[in-house]
């Protein structure tokens, strides 16, 4: 039996409505439940986790070191009715999940036998334990494919497989997140830790972008910020995931430093930030000295002066209405910018030197901070 027909195996025999989270409070299955079901069980099902409210009591109170079944009362600032909570073992004995018991309506929480539930959970921990095997050996070898290792990729197909995330010969869509928005559990995405942030893998259509950007809103939901790659017919395109996955990764580092393009960058979108990721030769045409003197300054005001005045176009009025300040001071920030880059800002060549570079130079920056 699967982990969802074990849960609705309990939610069957008993008198109550069965959720099923792990160890981070993330919902995995659920049984149906009665009308009027309390606030904290239909919020957790619909974002598929508990809030953070509640995570936050559970930890505080110390209920996520139990390793046997205990009762919870009514927590009305959270919308929590009375339920049994039931840790899920790994064969090794450790804690791999919560069930949660919620009496239906009328009936008393007294009255429910955790004995029924508990001829289950010896079976949903080691189903949870198997899972958890499958997903770290698949995000093992997927991040190794993506990073060119020698990894056969109809190896790391099989490994997709039983991992039951994503098919792999369906077509697939990379996005890089910051690692604090993959604060829900989502069953349809594969998620691959990679230092400061974390690569998504999921199954989508050719014609991705919509998709895509649902997903991303959906990981945000809680803050930080994603960048959306290109979709690629399959996994066995391995060029072209390795291709997506930078490209997701330059768009997360995009909508870090632009918020023009915050808190979801599309690569498709990005514009000129694209050069970002052409060979290094063009890149440090591009980057010019100029910008580099003056992302280098001790005055981060300069550059940010200087981004803004070309970004209107040398508008002046337009410049020192966004950065409040006054006219004259402008000027004089100009005239230092000058002095400092080693430029001309009625030149066109030296603006446009300038601009690609501020625009680009804190994007590689920061896209170098997170190899």
């Known amino acids: 039996m699967t982990v969802q027909e074990l849960v609705a195996a309990i939610g069957e025999q008993l008198p109550t409505s069965v959720m099923l989270v792990d160890r981070d409070l993330k919902v995995l299955a659920y049984s149906t439940q009665a009308e009027n079901a309390d606030e904290c069980r239909v919020r957790a099902i619909l974002s598929r986790a508990c809030s953070p409210e509640t995570r936050t009591w559970f930890r505080q109170g110390g209920y996520s070191r139990a390793t046997k079944p205990f009762q919870l009362g009514p927590i009305p600032a959270l919308g929590s009715g009375a339920r049994w909570c039931m840790p899920t073992l790994s064969p090794n004995g450790e804690v791999n999940g919560y069930l949660f018991l919620a009496p239906d309506p009328g009936v008393d929480i007294d009255l429910l036998d955790p004995a029924v539930a508990s001829r289950y959970s010896d079976s949903i921990g080691s189903e949870l334990a198997v899972a958890e095997h499958h997903r770290s050996v698949a995000a093992l070898s997927l991040q190794r494919l993506i990073k060119g290792h020698n990894e056969d990729w109809h ?62 809103r959906d990981l945000t939901r809680r803050g930080g910020a994603v960048g959306i790659g290109t979709a690629i017919p399959g996994l066995s395109e391995v060029a072209g995931l390795r291709a997506s996955a930078r490209r997701a990764q330059l768009s997360l580092c995009v909508a870090e430093v632009d918020d023009k393009h915050a808190p979801i960058a599309e690569w498709a979108r990005l514009g000129l930030y694209r ?15 100029s910008a580099q003197r ?42 230092r910018i000058n002095e400092i880059a080693g430029i001309d800002l009625s030149d066109g060549d030296d603006r446009l030197a300038l601009h690609l570079g501020l625009k680009l130079g804190r994007v590689r920056e920061r896209l170098a901070s997170t190899e």
């Open 155 to 216: 190896s790391v197909a099989e490994d997709l497989r039983r991992a039951g995330a994503v098919d792999p010969d369906e077509p697939l869509l990379t996005l890089a997140v910051t690692t604090s928005s993959v604060a829900q559990y989502r069953p349809d995405i594969h998620a691959i830790g990679n230092g400061g942030y974390t690569l998504v893998v999921t199954n989508t259509s050719l014609d991705s972008a919509r998709q895509g950007v649902a997903l991303a």
């Open 294 to 335: 003056l992302l280098d300054h001790r005055n981060p005001d300069l550059w940010q002066t200087a981004l803004c005045f070309l970004d209107k176009a040398g508008d002046v009025s337009a410049t020192a209405s966004l950065l409040q300040v006054h006219r004259q001071t402008l000027y004089y920030r100009l005239s």
């Open 275 to 289: 050069l970002a990721l052409q060979p290094e030769v063009l890149r440090d045409v591009v980057a010019a000295d």
